[in-house]
Every structure is written in structure tokens, then in C-alpha cells.
């Protein structure tokens, strides 16, 4: 009887320890998952400003480049060697080589000057290709008609310089045409800007 008095205590000793052992055991767990979500939260928390960052930095890059318009060139830079195949053309002439036509026409004449007319993204009027047509048709020499489609429903280039038209304006066209090459003294020719400088590089 003495001796189960005597160990009782020692075994309530050994429970409380135990208990406190466990308690102990069990509160590091709790404050590892407490870490661990906290970590978790932080990662996450990163990764959704980065995210948040790249996200506002990619619509405000993308608005920048919708906002800036697609025009021919206005130079003979990075011209290729090729002409294309006649003055009135139903086709696309390719960038470089209205480049090319921006130095020389048919790659040995005077500067050219190029007009092009988009009506697949404007509406234009039944007779407005015949009225370009009838137009360049009086200048063989260095002008050239051709179907575009770029952000004008018709647009106008030589070298360095470029108009654009929102209807057919004969009057507008021939000034920015200007005298026929065979009419001009040598001197008085205009000279092709290589180093003119395009507001948007289209290279095809």
C-alpha cells in the first residue's frame, strides 16, 4: 500500500511530463505549418505582383504599338535590287522595293513616287482605282499605282516625304507629283533621301 502511495506521485509526474512533451511536440508543428503558409502566401504574393507588373507592362507596350500606324516608306534604305513588274499594278508592291523605286524608277530612272490606295480596310468609291489609274497613266516615267494596306485609304510617297488622302483629290496628287522629269532641267531633279528616315519600318 506504502509503495502504491509512493509511486503515485511519480506517475502523475511522468504524465505531466508527458502531456507537456506532447504539447510541446504539437505547438513546433503548428508554428511550422504557420511558417510554411505564411512562405507560401509570400511566393504567391511575388508571383502575382510580377505577374500584375508584366500584365500592365504588356497592355501598355501592346496600346504603344497599336497606336502607331503602318505607312510605306519615305526611303531608299535597305532598298532591294528588284523593280516591280510595270507602273499600274493590281498587287502589293513589296517594301524594299518601293525603296528601291524611292531612289531610281525602274532601278536606273528618276526618283519615283508611288500611290497606293487601300480598299479592302476603307470604303472607297466604284470609281476610284480608274480615276488613279487614268492619273498615273499621264506619267509614265517615274509614278506607280498599286493596292495597299496600309493605314490610309490612299497614301502618297517619294523620298521624304509622304500624304495621305481620304478621297480622290486630282488637284493634291498632282502637286505632290509635281513636274513631269522630262519637263526639269538636270539641276532641278529631285535626289533620292538615303538617309531620310521612316515614322514606321515596314520591311517585307
Request: with cysteine.
Amino acid at each position: 500500500m506504502d509503495n502504491e502511495t509512493n509511486n503515485k506521485p511519480i506517475s502523475e509526474a511522468k504524465a505531466r511530463y508527458e502531456k507537456q512533451k506532447q504539447e510541446k511536440i504539437a505547438a513546433k508543428k503548428r508554428s511550422a505549418t504557420v511558417k510554411e503558409v505564411t512562405k507560401k502566401s509570400k511566393t504567391v504574393l511575388v508571383v502575382g505582383i510580377i505577374v500584375a507588373v508584366l500584365a500592365v507592362g504588356g497592355y501598355f507596350a501592346l496600346q504603344k504599338l497599336q497606336s502607331i500606324p503602318f505607312l510605306p516608306p519615305i526611303s531608299a534604305q535597305n532598298h532591294s535590287e528588284t523593280s516591280p513588274v510595270a507602273h499600274i499594278l493590281d498587287t502589293r508592291i513589296p517594301d524594299r522595293e518601293q525603296r528601291h523605286m524611292m531612289e531610281h524608277a525602274d532601278g536606273d530612272g528618276f526618283p519615283g513616287i508611288i500611290i497606293q490606295y487601300n480598299c479592302d480596310a476603307y470604303a472607297c468609291e466604284d470609281d476610284l482605282v480608274s480615276q488613279l489609274t487614268q492619273l498615273v497613266e499621264e506619267y509614265p516615267d517615274n509614278v506607280y499605282l498599286a493596292p495597299n494596306r496600309y493605314d490610309g485609304k490612299i497614301i502618297l510617297t517619294k523620298a521624304g516625304r509622304r500624304e495621305i488622302l481620304d478621297q480622290f483629290d486630282e488637284v493634291a496628287i498632282r502637286e505632290f507629283i509635281g513636274p513631269k522629269p522630262d519637263t526639269l532641267e538636270v539641276s532641278e531633279m529631285p535626289a533620292a533621301m538615303d538617309t531620310a528616315t521612316d515614322s514606321a519600318e515596314n520591311i517585307e
